[in-house]
């Protein structure tokens, strides 16, 4: 087989000439890597050039694609559409990580153009001040806020949290006013742990440590920037880890800074799929990622950013639940890259995310499916997507997650319905776990589906407990018609070996507490209740030094079993 003999050239435009950053094999590929690039704001324009050799060795070039950064436009002062604003009552209130991301959709945009954080806006006069003087924005931004909240808070009329809105404001300012009007006058701090101990001697040492480290943030003028100095304030002994979360929280919104650390992502799939894996701690650097995406990915392992965590979860389930194109380079795939994201997001013990992520995943597959024809109903879109999943556990996972969704609640019985039809139709272990699945793992899977079941408070008490028997009786006839007992409890083995194998597999956590466990529970207690059990059991012990130390072991696991 002859190699190919057409390639393609990915260029980027720097320091006023074209430089080759990349090569691909296929067009659509180096499009969507170009695209890529054009999109992380680092370079001018991108280009693709194919190049072709000919059978004479000389190569003919052709330039398939050129794009130029868009410009950038600072005098547009727009708001972003935001659909809810938390009720804030206090003025801690709005330095909470809620109020902030608040502010960090509203104005995102602005925040933008600054290269300011929400935390570095609301401890800062002078961002303050410049905010406040940029035209209508800020009246327009309280009275976007204030319209919000008064809807949440039931109020008919918005003007008293207007009023509060623009009174909190007034003390914020006069806050950060104070701090930097302090004497001696406040300097960026070298360290974190200057940062803390020049705060201790202020009025307000929270607001003191925040506004100090404020400073040395807004001397760095780009998110990477900021991010690098925040992750080496976290190597720091006398850090607070709450702090550098609540940082870090703000600094995973922007979409450069997003772009920036994910390196390169062929579609919006890929990169949701990404980010959902950083926010877990299990990601892979991809390629162009910064060396600190393994400090960063590393930290989230950890369980250390909690509040970035929710950060990045709240930003993927706005993209999927949003209209931005899953595939924009191949609208083809959007419905195979929609089918790989929701395989990674719905696993058997939960949904990525929870019930919000079950919800915008939904709304992405009524739209998805929708884009083909005729518009679905909604339980319709539901049916739809759980045929996309792998098998019976997963489904119900779902089913259950989107229980606790509003959009679940809203669908009530039609919903629950589904879930009904569901259980009772799955009446063998081979609709709830594929049959290559090793026979622990089957059992496991109904273990969780059963427990899924009973712990769904978005269920009535009474409906959930019906349905988590039905998955019992599932576990029991699979146990029946498999002899998975009979083949634990050999006939030909010895008794102490039966017995051992027996009570560790009660105790194995396999196996649900009802039918299932009564079944292997009754057959121990055959066992124990037979004539001169424990001269049997001594007997049958291959080395009679160790029979009473075994003996003595199988009681104690009888009790670490439940047997008491």
């Known amino acids: 087989m002859t190699p190919s003999k057409t390639s393609f050239e990915i260029h980027v435009f720097a320091d006023k000439r074209w430089v080759i950053t990349e090569m691909a094999a296929d067009e659509a590929a180096a499009k969507a890597f170009a695209d890529n690039l054009l999109h992380t704001g680092n370079h001018e324009a991108v280009r693709v050039v194919r190049d072709f050799e000919r059978l004479d060795g000389t190569h003919a070039e052709t330039v398939v694609l050129e794009k130029k950064a868009p410009e950038k436009a600072p005098g547009d002062l727009t708001l972003a559409p935001i659909a809810e604003a938390p009720l804030c009552t206090t003025i801690e209130d709005v330095y909470a990580l809620p109020s902030r991301t608040a502010i960090g959709r509203l104005l995102r945009k602005y925040l933008d153009e600054v290269v300011v954080t929400p935390t570095e806006f609301l401890h800062d006069a002078k961002e303050m001040k410049r905010f406040g003087d940029r035209g209508t924005l800020l009246f327009s931004a309280i009275d976007r806020v204030a319209g919000l909240q008064s809807r949440e808070a039931g109020e008919a009329d918005p003007r008293e949290r207007r009023a509060f809105l623009e009174s909190a404001w007034e003390t914020l300012q006069k806050r950060a006013r104070d701090f930097a009007a302090a004497k001696p006058k406040p300097k960026p701090p070298a360290s974190f742990a200057e940062a803390l101990t020049q705060s201790a001697a202020d009025p307000d040492p929270a607001f003191g440590l925040m506004a100090r480290l404020t400073l040395a943030l807004l001397e760095r003028r780009s998110w990477q920037g900021k991010l690098e100095l925040v992750l080496a304030w976290a190597l720091e002994p006398e850090v607070r880890p709450e702090v550098i979360d609540g940082l870090l929280a703000d600094l995973v919104v922007p979409a450069q800074m997003v772009q920036d650390l994910l390196g390169f992502q062929p579609n919006l799939a890929a990169a949701l799929g990404q980010i959902v894996d950083l926010a877990e701690g299990r990601a892979e650097p991809a390629k162009f990622a910064p060396e600190l995406f393994a400090d960063l990915n590393q930290m989230f392992a950890a369980g250390r950013l909690p509040q970035a965590q929710q950060a990045l979860m709240a930003r993927t389930i706005r993209e999927i639940g949003g209209a931005n194109p899953l595939s924009r380079n191949d609208p083809a795939q959007e419905f195979e890259m929609f089918h790989r994201l929701l395989h990674r997001l719905v696993e058997r013990d939960r ?81 709830w776990c594929p049959v290559r699945h090793p026979p622990r793992d089957r059992m496991a899977a109904l273990k969780g589906a059963n427990r899924a079941l009973l712990t769904c408070e978005a269920l009535d008490e009474k409906f959930r407990a019906g349905l988590a028997a039905r998955v019992d009786a599932v576990m029991a006839r699979y146990l029946q018609s498999e002899g998975v007992i009979e083949k634990i409890d050999k006939t030909d083995d010895p008794l102490a070996m039966r017995a051992i194998r027996l009570v560790k597999f009660c105790g194995s956590g396999v196996l649900i507490e009802g039918q299932s466990l009564d079944m292997a529970k009754a057959r121990v207690i055959e066992h124990l209740r037979q004539k001169q059990f424990e001269e049997k059991f001594l007997a049958s012990v291959p080395d009679p030094a160790q029979a009473e130390k075994a003996l003595r072991d199988f009681h104690r696991l009888l009790v670490e079993c439940g047997f008491g």
């Open 351 to 431: 949904v990525a995310g929870g019930p919000l992520m079950a919800e915008a995943l939904l709304q992405r597959a009524t739209r998805v499916q929708n884009a083909g024809g005729a518009s679905l109903v909604v339980v319709e879109s539901v049916r739809m997507l759980l045929g996309a999943l792998a098998d019976g556990c997963i489904r119900l996972q779902f089913l259950l997650t989107l229980c606790a969704a509003p959009l679940g609640r809203a669908i009530g019985a039609g919903l629950t319905e589904l879930l009904r039809g569901h259980v009772t139709r799955a009446d063998h272990i081979d609709h």
